[in-house]
């Protein structure tokens, strides 16, 4: 254990320490949900530090562990700090399919002709990326072609998959050439029956890369304050984190961890916040989930931490941009995590809190509702913004202005017995409330009210007139309400059956703001020293997913240490 | 009188009863317990009273539940987790429908050789009468006109009491009763307590979109049974069929057979089997010819029936919009 007694400007350094740390806690900690402020806003004299490195790397997912292994590289003691029990963050139940290009060896192998000019013009289009920080994009794409020397260097193995032909991005994904790693061979930290979990096949290898060169991992520690010298001044100079149960609940265990180059974030998105999310887009209440939540957090919280210290937010046209990447998804059923990538089965170290694997939905053999039994859209359309849009209208529960409530797949047993739906245990998730059934369409309104979001009973009157309406729909192929082509199937045979099926939320395109080293600036866009951010936690590039998260992770590693 | 002398026992509501129980059904009493002395308190005896503190139940307590956050059941979602040790006591709601205050009572007592004191817990709740719904399937569309076919009339009560026997029929849309039925003996596959039964009935004349209703019939179901709630159902009443339309679904660029495409012309509705081929009887007319099938795009096409007929579709394939979509769905 270490104190810091020195003085600087006349003035005892603890003063100074205590007094930037207060900066960082107060009313807006409470408000964004953190709890207990550190020792010192308790009245501890100054910041007794637990712990010193060289950087600190919040996060062991897509950005954090090349972040860790970047710093290392460059002669740095790094301590990574990760929330969850295992490395990985969401990255390790994603697809792996990391959008990197530029010409790299691959590329060059297959004979396709990329550059970073190229890919810069894929991803910074007039119309779908107007909102792009293109500055901080250029130096992305720049580094593109040595962050994948770089995975291969550090273990990840691409052979057996090679590349994609380069292609224009899609709505869902903007995705340029694309690369994809073997899985890893173990399959317990993440499990699912249904897609590739090529993610492992990236963080894995990074971790051991990273353990080999003596990268520290402090699991089951969240990061709640960043100390900074002074209020709005000055540099960062390390953190406090707090150890979490496997719910990643609080255990009041504290560690203040000095960082005598810098502080990295890498901490994800933060889509799980509700408060944050809906300084963007107010319509994300409680009810809409976060992909990947019950793997990896992504509540914003260190991006707070950094805003309470003085970070601005860059890019937040991004966030409530239409259709490129962050609108939410339409989902699996019968899971709170609905996901339609994320499905996990019970082998996965996290099955515990994902509690169901949910069912791929059957769109055309169902209908959905809201939590007053009424339809509100053609089911079947699923890429449309109108579906959104009209799924996150309110529907009148009183007091509610904001977010439309629970969507429930209404279907019968025809519809389970053709999709071979499980019904119970591990498939749907009962005793959490996101999935039942009733002999009736009477019975199943009553249950509803089973679901933490569904905030008043379903009408049942309201439920069977709807599925009267619908079935006479079926009877003549056409749907006077919502113009529905696909209309084969009747909701008629008991047991009829209700699942979650509102939609879930992906993407952070909005994060701290950042100069081209990925270094945050504050307000007046003047770099704040010993600060960087990589991944979902970095605003200003709009691209999905990893090939952003890691090349910005081993820049800001880089970075971070050069500086120093 | 002596003042208690032995160990506490606190008796506390673990979740709030539900608004109101189905009258004369069982209902779970959730009660954190928790004894001063740390004494195992499962086997107590214990009574639930009255209002007028008559007896209506005794016995003795099940085995003390203990969660810890380790438990599976454990599931802080939504919230907080009580994790007092509790109970769960199955109370019997009265046959009648109204409210009342009754208390769970422990009386003083020795367990494991340790006196503990007397120990109660007030607890209100309501009774409400039993719903009765109704469910119609195997409905079959479109239907020829004046032809006969079975439907399926199944009904229902909230607390599950057996509905064997009972009448259920079914009425035009005039409010004639064009069928009626007794409900089997045993439940519809699947169901607990779905009581059913096939119901004949005979097409209109004329053609058209028809909706019909299935209600309760006879004697109203004695107290506590509500008025049971009727259901709708429809189907469409066509000329009868006179010509064999068979379908082939192909890929438009591969030429392969594309297998489970469904197939709509007007009213009627099929799917092809696995070599891409449907056979639908029509009746002569003009008809829309849609197909749907994932990933594929087919455009309507008119479809003039007045003999047996062959047509070939060809379903354009769609890329998938997902560039990851190859990935999890393989
Ligand atoms: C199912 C699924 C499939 C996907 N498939 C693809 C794909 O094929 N291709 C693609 O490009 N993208 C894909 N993605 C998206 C991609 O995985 C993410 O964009 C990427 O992982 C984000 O990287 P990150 O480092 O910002 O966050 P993460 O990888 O989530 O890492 C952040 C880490 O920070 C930790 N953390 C958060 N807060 C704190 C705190 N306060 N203290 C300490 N630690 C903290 C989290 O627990 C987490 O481990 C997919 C995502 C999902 C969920």
Redesign the pocket.
């Known amino acids: 254990m270490r104190k810091e007694t020195d003085t600087v400007g006349g003035v005892s350094r603890r003063s100074f320490l205590r007094t930037g740390a207060l900066a960082g806690v107060g009313g807006a900690a409470a408000a964004a949900g953190l709890g207990a402020a550190p020792a010192s806003a308790q009245g501890s004299p100054e910041i007794v530090w637990d712990v010193e490195t060289d950087v600190i790397v919040?996060?062991?997912?897509?950005?954090?562990l090349p972040a860790s292994i970047a710093a290392r590289d460059e002669g740095a003691e790094v301590i990574v700090?990760?929330?969850?029990f295992d490395?990985?963050?969401?990255?390790?139940?994603?697809?792996?399919?990391?959008?990197i290009g530029g010409g790299n060896r691959l590329q060059i192998a297959a004979g396709q002709d990329d550059s970073p000019d190229q890919v810069f013009a894929r991803i910074t289009r007039p119309v779908e990326e107007r909102f792009a920080d293109r500055e901080l994009t250029r130096r992305y794409v720049d580094e593109q072609v040595a962050t994948f020397d770089f995975l291969e260097a550090n273990g990840v193995n691409f052979d057996r998959h090679g590349t994609d032909v380069p292609r224009e991005g899609g709505p869902g994904?903007n995705s340029p050439t694309?690369v994809r790693p073997h899985e890893w061979p173990i399959r317990v930290a993440v499990a699912s029956h249904d897609q590739g979990r090529?993610?492992s096949g990236i963080v894995r290898p990074l971790e051991l890369s990273a353990r080999n060169k003596g990268v520290q991992f402090l699991l089951s520690?969240?990061?709640?304050d960043i100390y900074r010298e002074q209020p709005f001044a000055g540099s960062v100079i390390g953190v406090r984190?707090e150890e979490v149960d496997r719910w990643f609940q609080p255990i009041h265990r504290t560690l203040n961890i000095r960082a005598r180059k810098g502080v990295i974030l890498?901490?994800?998105?933060h889509g799980h916040n509700v408060a944050y999310r809906t300084m963007f887009d107010p319509r994300l209440t409680e009810e809409y989930q976060w992909?990947?939540q019950h793997?990896?957090?992504?509540?914003g919280?260190?991006s707070i931490a950094a805003i309470k210290i003085g970070a601005a937010l860059g890019s937040t046209g991004n966030e409530t941009q239409e259709g490129t990447g962050n609108a939410p998804d339409k989902g699996r059923w019968a899971v709170q995590d609905n996901?339609v990538?994320?499905a996990q089965t019970p082998e996965s170290a996290t099955f515990f809190r994902h509690r169901a694997t949910g069912l791929v939905a059957a769109w055309a053999e169902c209908i959905l509702v809201k939590e007053n039994g009424l339809r509100f859209w053609d089911e079947t359309d699923g890429s449309d913004d109108g579906y959104f849009a009209h799924a996150l209208e309110p529907t009148g529960v009183p007091g509610k202005l904001l977010g439309g409530g629970p969507v429930w797949a209404i279907f019968d047993a025809e519809t389970v017995a053709r999709r071979g739906y499980g019904t119970g245990y591990p498939d749907v998730d009962r005793a959490g409330g996101y999935f039942f059934s009733g002999e009736t369409l009477e019975e199943l309104a009553g249950q509803l009210h089973n679901n933490a979001y569904q905030l008043r009973p379903m009408p049942a009157d309201a439920l069977r007139e709807t599925v009267e309406r619908f079935n006479s729909f079926v009877d003549v192929g056409v749907d006077a309400d919502f113009g529905r082509a696909n209309l084969q199937f009747k909701i008629q045979t008991p047991p009829f059956y209700a699942a979650w099926s509102t939609p879930v939320l992906?993407?952070s395109y909005t994060g701290l703001r950042a100069d081209t080293n990925c270094q945050v600036v504050d307000m007046a866009r003047r770099p704040i020293p010993g600060l960087y951010v990589?991944?979902?936690?970095l605003g200003g590039i709009k691209q999905?997913?990893?090939?952003?998260?890691i090349t910005t992770?081993r820049i800001a590693g880089m970075e971070c240490v050069r500086a120093s | 009188m002596v003042p208690p002398s032995g160990f506490p026992i606190r008796l506390e509501l673990k979740r709030p009863l539900p608004e109101s129980v189905d009258a004369g059904v069982p209902f779970a009493l959730a009660v954190a317990i928790e004894s001063g002395s740390g004494c195992d308190i499962a086997g107590a005896p214990f009574a639930i009273l009255d209002e007028t503190g008559a007896t209506v139940t005794a016995g003795e307590l099940p085995p003390v539940t203990r969660l810890t956050t380790d438990s599976e059941q454990y599931d802080p979602r939504h919230g907080s987790v009580d994790l007092r040790p509790s109970v769960e006591i199955m109370v019997p709601a009265p046959a009648s429908v109204g409210s009342f205050a009754w208390t769970l009572a422990l009386p003083s007592n020795a367990i494991d050789g340790i006196w503990h004191n007397a120990a109660s817990l007030g607890f209100r709740f309501a009774t409400r009468e039993h719903l009765t719904s109704l469910a119609v399937w195997d409905n079959p569309t479109p239907l020829a006109v004046g032809s006969s076919h079975d439907i399926k009339v199944g009904a229902k009560c909230s607390a599950g009491c057996p509905l064997a026997g009972e009448t259920v029929e079914v009425i035009d849309a005039e409010g004639a009763v064009v069928g009626r039925a007794q409900l089997g003996a045993t439940p519809w596959p699947g169901t607990a307590s779905l009581y059913w039964t096939s119901l004949l009935l005979r097409a209109p004349d004329q053609e058209g979109h028809y909706r019909w209703s299935a209600r309760m019939a006879g004697p109203a179901l004695g107290l506590p049974h509500g008025t049971p709630v009727p259901t709708a159902f429809s189907f469409v009443v066509t000329k009868r069929a006179e010509h064999q339309v068979a379908i082939s679904v192909v890929d438009a660029d591969s030429g392969a057979p594309v297998g489970n495409a469904q197939i709509r012309l007007g009213p009627f509705r099929a799917a092809t089997n696995r070599a891409g081929l449907a056979t639908i009887a029509l009746p002569p007319g003009d008809f829309n010819l849609k197909v749907f099938k994932d990933n594929y795009e087919v455009r309507d096409q008119a479809l003039a029936v007045s003999d047996d007929v062959n047509v070939v579709v060809a379903a354009q394939a769609i890329p998938e919009e997902d560039p990851?979509a190859r990935?999890w769905k393989t």
């Open positions: 919040i996060g062991a997912g897509a950005s954090g700090v990760e929330h969850h490395i990985g963050g969401i990255a390790i139940m994603s697809g792996g399919n990391i959008a994904v694309q090529n993610g520690h969240t990061l709640t984190v890498c901490s994800g998105g992909h990947g793997t990896a957090v992504a509540n919280i260190p996901y990538r994320g992906h993407d990589a991944g979902e936690s999905h997913g990893l090939g952003r998260c992770g | 990851y990935y």
